[in-house]
């Protein structure tokens, strides 16, 4: 749905879009003034040894004790998602990202700059 007039998207998350007075979802558009968003980082890290250094470890070890420095090697995995909700009268919309290295830290800063637009912007009128 496009903002309307000359109202421009100053902030997309997913699929919600900011303008200066409005928040729109695919529910509809809401007033952002009185908006609340939230972030929810649920990313857990998993460090292991990956299967090709056990594999080099074992071959290089029968040369000499350098390849026990295979094993050393380290590859994390990231699981979980990141949600990013916005509440407000008669909204509640949540997006889900999937869990990154950054993902936690860019959410918070994009909830931030929205949190910032809307402490800005105006009432609307009745």
Known sequence: MPPPGNEP??????DISVTQTHVIVPQGRFPLHGTTWT??????????????AIVLAIIFVLFCLIGLLFLLMK???YT???????TGPGLYHTVQFPAAQHTGAWAADVVGRA???AASAPPMSA
């Open 9 to 14: 998207v100053l902030l997309s998350i997913g």
């Open 75 to 77: 590859e994390k995995r």
């Open 39 to 52: 972030v929810q980082d649920s990313t857990q890290v998993t460090e292991s040894i990956p299967a090709v």
């Open 115 to 117: 949190r910032a637009i």
């Open 80 to 86: 979980g998602f990141v949600s990013i909700t916005v």
